[in-house]
């Protein structure tokens, strides 16, 4: 009754009793065995098996028929070109009564014992990174990695269409267990309705990272992810200014836009000005249709009209499921918003300190209705404001609290509300989805819609960008009660480093897979900032691009620390960040901090290593050739770009020292036997931007370099330059010998009168 399927290296083999049997033929462990489908309705839970003899199509798909509490239809299977199994589940009610749908899943039987799994969350909250045995409830997907074998094994869903889908582990002496689960929430099925469920993926590989990135590019598939168009990257300056007690927004938006005219920012990548929360009345959420004519008395519509003159969007924020609770809007959406498990109106008590409510005392702050997505009237209105703000020239919306809309599908319980009654959609994924996907009509294409604070992946398809940890380097207006008031900036908050940095480690291949990322939706850099927080969040910035916004006052920013945040710009995503320490850093109470990108261009090639170190004491890495992916037999040279110093060649490897609450970001590239760029300080890739080309011409022994950089811009290239060699005109540049080491540094000032800058660099060869 059975079939067997082979591809990419994987067997998938289903037995007699409904059991599927996954093996990889290249001698790798799978690490998986057994998977058992089941179905859980309110009649109860039974693993399916089949009902008459199964098929296969084409050795690549096969299927098995089952009728089981009340339910039938198929098992399907099928294993793609790379060995990566999926399976999903059709089936319809063909009794005469509803049928309640708890879950659909996969028991899977796992030798767990010295594995390290990734334990994803539903939201920008931390990951994590623990030992698989201890047990964990991953949302979506776990990412599994053996230290001894080197094999890796994700397994997780690649559709979050309707369901809410968790995978658990459970630890035991028998190696483990592991269930991948699709939570209806008691969605009823009605007689004669036929249902497919999500879909389950599982692969197996030597490279974590690598089989992260094939789960996403699985799951972009079925949602048809929105990953093309430029970045927004612009300004929003919560850190230093306040345009909800001081100037006006209007007018501080307008002088920040000259301000970016001036420091030739719009040459290096700035495109949008996000103006968040001021356009509300009174800064009052769920007002969008309303502008707060204080803040912007000549409108809106002329503000982005304004920007655009000026080759800069406009961008603003919003909460596409909240309502505020007061009398009369209780009322008015009294049938519109998702019921709490009483029946009554899901009620988020936010306590909302900002605008006129900053005053109020924090108890008697504001709450907010969470607004049913699956409504027609919640899907109109939504529709309607973004079209709205679509037509006045508004080009970038950051949409904000998701987890409102998102009932059992939010971390936090308390929103786990669920639709009302005449909704036909499963709670959860689908009701968020069916309201997003009504701001997204009304936005039209165009539109750049980001999400945050609520689910990651279930807006996959209908936001072109999300948020993947939780707010970092942003600022907060003076607000009274709060623990950091009067300040509007909080230093050496740690733990909310570490909780970004892990983030970014672990999602790193959902960037242009399933979204634009956002690791740091804000930027801060200016003093009073200490420079080594600004150097970690700039560097982090350039490890791992995506959407930014900077949060400085760009009309008296720090001449040093504008010039740090011009080194950030413009953005680069080219060089597939990779991490060196992701399943390892938790064996030394660290969060992973080694981050790799490597960078190629006509002229060369070469990687990056920042080194990040967020404890209170110094940490030391031993590195080789090896970790980053080179020939340990090469040539390879080490520069320092914080510390602007040539730390000689790797060799046989080298012990790196981090300071405590800092990092050092290396540049690593191939050494000549001749004068070469070793490294720039124009932009924090070392070459990446602004550098076009460089030619060695042994001939007349020549180096040419041509740049490209905004003009009244100013910088330096670092040169190596082998002993035996000579700079011969001083003017150039300085040698700096480094003792010890077969190269010299050259430093080679820059002056960019015009947009582009051509070097010729004399040397000569000593007797």
Not at 439 to 463: C, Q
Request: proline share 4%.
């Amino acid at each position: 009754m059975g079939f067997s399927l082979e591809a990419g290296g994987t067997s998938t083999r289903l037995d007699d009793a409904g059991a599927i049997h996954v093996e990889r033929l290249d001698g790798m462990a799978a690490q998986v065995g057994i998977i058992h489908c089941f179905i859980e309705t309110a009649g109860g839970r039974e693993r399916l098996h089949p009902a008459r003899p199964a098929e296969s199509t084409d050795g690549e798909r096969g299927a098995f028929h089952w009728r089981q509490l009340g339910l039938v239809g198929e098992v399907n299977v099928s294993v793609d070109s790379q060995g990566h199994t999926s399976i999903h589940v059709d089936l319809g009610n063909e009794g005469d009564e509803q049928i309640e749908l708890l879950s659909v899943g996969m028991e899977l039987s796992a030798g767990m014992d010295g594995a390290v799994c990734l334990v994803n969350t539903v939201d920008q909250s931390p990951v994590s990174i623990i030992p698989a045995t201890d047990g964990f409830d991953s949302h979506a997907f776990t990412l599994l990695q053996w230290s001894d074998s080197e094999s890796a094994l994700l397994v997780g869903f690649s559709s979050l269409l309707r369901a809410t889908c968790h995978v658990y582990g459970t630890g035991d002496e028998g190696g483990g267990r592991l269930e991948a689960v699709a939570d209806y929430h008691g969605y009823l099925i009605d007689v004669g309705e036929q249902l497919t469920s999500e879909s389950f993926w599982l692969g197996c590989g030597i490279d974590a990272q690598r089989l992260l990135g094939q789960w996403a590019d699985a799951l972009a598939s079925q949602h048809g992810a929105l990953t093309s168009g430029d970045l927004p990257v612009g300004w929003l300056g919560w850190a230093w200014t306040d345009a909800f007690a001081g100037e006006s927004a209007e007018q501080l938006i307008l002088e920040t836009a000259e301000a970016i005219a001036e420091l030739g920012l719009k040459e290096l990548g700035f495109n949008t000005i996000w103006s968040s929360l001021t356009n509300l009345p009174q800064v009052t959420p769920g007002k969008g249709f309303e502008v707060d004519e204080r803040q912007h008395p000549q409108g809106i519509q002329w503000l982005a009209a304004q920007l655009a003159d000026q080759g800069l969007t406009l961008g603003l924020w919003y909460s596409a499921f909240w309502k505020p609770d007061t009398t009369d809007e209780r009322e008015r959406w009294l049938g519109a918003t998702l019921l709490d498990a009483d029946g009554a109106p899901l009620r988020q008590d936010k306590r909302w300190p900002y605008g006129e409510h900053v005053d109020v005392a924090p108890e008697k702050r504001l709450g907010f209705l969470c607004l049913d997505g699956s409504n027609s009237q919640v899907r109109q209105e939504l529709h309607d404001l973004f079209s709205c703000w679509r037509e006045w020239g508004v080009g970038y919306v950051m949409c904000d609290f998701l987890e409102a809309g998102s009932g059992p599908l939010a971390a936090d319980a308390a929103l786990h509300g669920h639709p009302q009654s005449e909704s036909s959609a499963v709670a959860g994924a689908e009701v968020l989805r069916q309201g997003l996907k009504a701001v997204r009509e009304g936005a039209g294409e165009r539109m750049v819609l980001l999400g945050s604070t609520g689910p990651l992946l279930e807006g996959v398809g209908l936001l072109d960008a999300m948020r993947v940890a939780i707010d970092y380097c942003e600022g907060r207006p003076r607000i009274p009660a709060t623990y950091f008031h009067p300040a509007t900036y909080i230093q050496d908050d740690w733990p909310r480093h570490k909780a970004v940095l892990t983030n970014v480690a672990a999602r790193a291949p959902f960037h242009r897979r399933l979204f634009k990322s956002a690791a740091s939706h804000m930027l801060t850099v200016d003093e009073p900032l200490p420079m080594g927080e600004a150097r970690i969040a700039a560097t982090l910035t350039c490890m791992a691009p995506g959407v930014l916004f900077f949060g400085d006052d760009l009309r008296a920013i720090h001449p040093e620390r504008l010039a740090l945040l011009k080194r950030c710009l413009p953005v680069l995503e080219d060089g597939e960040l990779r991490v060196l320490d992701l399943f390892s850093a938790h064996r030394h109470g660290r969060v992973p901090s080694l981050l790799l990108r490597r960078y190629e261009r006509t002229w060369d090639d070469w990687t990056l290593l920042a080194a990040f170190n967020l404890e209170d004491d110094a940490c030391v890495h031993k590195l080789t050739a090896e970790c980053f992916g080179l020939d340990p037999a090469g040539d390879w040279l080490l520069f320092d770009f914080h510390a602007r110093r040539l730390l000689g060649e790797l060799g046989q490897g080298i012990k790196l020292c981090v300071p405590a609450g800092d990092v050092r970001l290396l540049r690593i590239s191939r050494r000549r036997e001749h004068p070469w760029l070793l490294s720039t300080d124009l932009h924090l890739s070392q070459g990446g931007a602004s550098v076009d080309s460089v030619v060695w011409d042994d001939r007349v022994c020549v180096l040419s370099v041509s740049l490209r950089r905004a003009a009244g811009e100013s910088g330096a290239l670092w040169l190596q330059v082998p002993r035996g060699w000579d700079l011969v005109d001083d003017a150039d540049g300085r040698l700096l010998m480094v003792a010890g080491l077969r190269d010299h540094v050259c430093r080679v000032p820059l002056d960019f009168h015009d947009a582009v800058l051509e070097l010729s660099l004399r040397f000569q060869r000593l007797d």
